[in-house]
């Protein structure tokens, strides 16, 4: 494949990578996506990615130029190019996740013809030689799909790495109403066991407690704790100016079945909440029916029950709110993604959504 076809082969991998990795270790391929050495992360990863592009290059050449035997020749290419043009950007894209350098073949260890020459020379020497030993192994190998194998066991490394990783979100310094949307719609669409949606709906519950002075205080709960377990009534719990429970939010990535509203209306029976908001995209179409029905009885008993979706409370408050309000709730979400998220996934995806165009 060309270069622009590994980008996009790269690039695939990596979102398959982030939602479906291990957390366990595997220490042959973490020695060298967290080695203290920058230029070893680098390498390893450049190397593979290089050989992948064109099984006939040399995986422990370094320089394309120069003298070489006729042996060398063949699988000779250009690393650092490549490097440059294919992974800095790459890792930019993901946080600096293997390190900030932009050309990272500049380094001494790498001014080298090849890996397995000039290594009794080198500091951390055991490391260099540990990459020529696993790099050389590859080389011989006659399936192609041994490298690509590796290269998947880096990215899970890396995903590992970056799952530790302190995230930086470039929230903007001024967001358009509609953009603000469009970045809730797109971040909320990806099915990820309800989680996306229960921090998005918390940081909005505690933005438009403070913006219009209703909730002091709100509370939220894991995803996929039972709500007896916690002894909380609700999802996304808010307190009014007495403590006393002001509103108890059900947060849904689903369309809200009868089911779970009758689930809930027995959890609020015990807890004693009169108010209850589903924040879900809607209501299931076979259901939706009896749910009307079941919410005119309630109501008649002294429970107000509405539903609406994150989005469409997201954009009705904000319109009613100054712009700096919109950048809290970006905050927020940000504060609540470092808080609650232990998967690179979610909070990769919302921050780069933060730079995407309205």
């Avoid at 790459?90 to 290594?119: C, E, F, H, I, M």
């Amino acid at each position: 494949m060309n270069e622009n076809e590994l980008k996009h082969w790269l690039d695939n991998r990596w979102e398959e990578v982030l939602t479906d990795y291990t957390s366990d270790p595997d220490p042959e391929i973490d020695r060298f996506v967290n080695s203290s050495v920058v230029s070893i992360r680098y390498a390893f990863l450049t190397q593979l990615l290089g050989k992948h592009t064109d099984s006939a290059r040399d995986l422990l050449c370094l320089q394309s130029g120069g003298r070489r035997s006729s042996a060398e020749l063949a699988g000779r290419w250009d690393p650092r190019g490549f490097c440059a043009r294919v992974v800095v950007p790459w890792v930019q894209r993901n946080q600096g996740v293997l390190g900030t350098s932009a050309d990272p073949y500049v380094n001494k260890p790498l001014r080298r013809p090849r890996l397995d020459q000039g290594t009794e020379s080198l500091r951390n020497r055991k490391e260099w030689e540990a990459l020529v030993d696993i790099l050389g192994a590859l080389q011989s190998a006659s399936d192609s799909a041994i490298v690509e194998d590796m290269i998947i066991r880096g990215l899970r490394s890396i995903a590992r790495r970056l799952r530790d990783q302190h995230v930086d979100y470039p929230v903007p310094m001024r967001i358009g109403l509609d953009h603000l949307c469009n970045i809730l719609d797109r971040y909320l669409a990806v099915s990820n066991g309800g989680l996306r949606p229960m921090i998005v709906a918390t940081a909005l519950m505690r933005i438009i407690g403070k913006a219009f002075s209703l909730f002091p205080k709100v509370e939220s709960q894991g995803v996929n704790e039972a709500d007896a377990a916690t002894g909380m009534p609700g999802d996304v719990m808010c307190y009014g100016q007495d403590d006393n429970l002001a509103l108890s939010v059900e947060v849904k990535g689903n369309e809200l079945t009868l089911t779970e509203l009758e689930a809930t209306v027995a959890k609020a029976r015990t807890g004693r909440v009169v108010n209850i908001l589903f924040a879900t995209p809607g209501l299931a179409a076979a259901d939706s029916e009896a749910i009307e029905a079941r919410v005119m009885e309630e109501f008649a008993q002294g429970s107000n029950i509405h539903q609406t979706s994150i989005q469409s409370l997201a954009r009705n408050s904000f319109m009613l709110l100054g712009e700096d309000w919109r950048i809290r709730f970006l905050q927020a979400v940000c504060e609540e993604l470092d808080v609650r998220s232990t998967q690179p996934a979610d909070r990769v995806a919302f921050a780069k959504l933060l730079t995407s165009n309205p």
